[in-house]
């Protein structure tokens, strides 16, 4: 079974990437960029601006598509993530929902977070993150 999901690409005004701390499986405890399912009725937009607004209290403009990603998930279930930019347009930063922490990383600090499998590699060809060294290395 395919399971429709978006996340939302935001940066600040310094470059930096807005991420949230997974409060719950999938991904438990990994730093990803926000985002969930896609409700019935809702269009890929809406659901950006829900998920943000109930992850990291930020209302945002949902942009265009950045791109899109399977992940594996329990059993049959397939995650098909459709991640979009999108630009802060009020609200406040706050972990919420299944989020237990948001915050915004540089490009180097997203890659020295435990993040959710295939996130930085995702994030690199998309040309979100720069190319360069991983964790250093």
Known sequence: MRV????????????????VKRGRPPGEGLWSIPGGRVEPGEDDAAAVARELR?????DVAVGALVGTVDRPGPG???Y?????????????????????????AAPDEVRALPTSPGLVDALTSWNVLPRG???GA
């Open 4 to 19: 429709r999901c978006v996340g939302g690409i935001v940066r600040d005004g310094s470059g930096r990437l807005l991420l």
């Open 54 to 58: 109930e992850e990291t209290g930020l």
């Open 76 to 78: 049959e279930v397939t």
């Open 80 to 104: 098909e993530i459709h991640d979009y930019a999108a630009a802060v347009t009020g609200g406040a930063l706050r972990a919420g929902d299944d989020a237990a922490e948001a915050r915004w």
């Open 133 to 135: 060294a991983v964790n």
